[in-house]
């Protein structure tokens, strides 16, 4: 089976197509070009690109991948210092990693989180935010540990 595959431009606009593309790829295809605008350091089109693909991979059940593509929305709007939509998309990707159950990047996006709010000298609302990165952060060392200590006795 044969189908065609890549970017075109029409009208001064670049599109994904593929005859018969699933919506986690054609995710992936704009976060792909997104990420070559932002190495590019154009943010205004690097942000266009990564909101369709957020748009695609809300459409599927990878939430890790749409937890990765809200928190790159995040980083974008940190770096034009649009601290609150930063601030959305760092909840929205802190929403998906706990639905993917990691951890880790559940970790990154609430620090994210009070660091935005530290940035706009708003100190009540980012130490909710440290207290629970830190907290969590215990939780995962913890759990490192124990799985480190485990590993011992099974040799």
Request: hydrophobic content about 30%; glycine content about 4%.
């Amino acid at each position: 089976i044969s189908s065609s595959i890549g970017w075109k431009k029409e009208n001064g606009n670049w599109y994904y197509y593929r005859d018969n593309g699933n919506n986690q790829e054609k995710a992936l295809a704009y976060l792909y070009h997104a990420l070559t605008k932002f190495y590019a350091d154009n943010m205004d089109e690097t942000i266009s690109y990564v909101a369709q693909a957020a748009v695609y991979t809300e459409l599927t059940d990878n939430y890790n991948t749409s937890g990765q593509i809200y928190h790159l929305l995040c980083h974008c709007y940190k770096n034009q210092q649009d601290y609150e939509l930063g601030i959305t998309y760092c909840k929205k990707a802190r929403e998906q990693y706990a639905k993917a159950g990691t951890k880790r990047n559940e970790l990154l996006a609430i620090y994210e989180i009070g660091f935005l709010y530290y940035l706009q000298d708003k100190y009540n609302e980012a130490f909710p935010y440290f207290t629970e990165a830190k907290e969590l952060s215990k939780q995962l060392l913890q759990r490192k540990q124990t799985q480190a200590t485990d590993k011992k006795q099974s040799l």
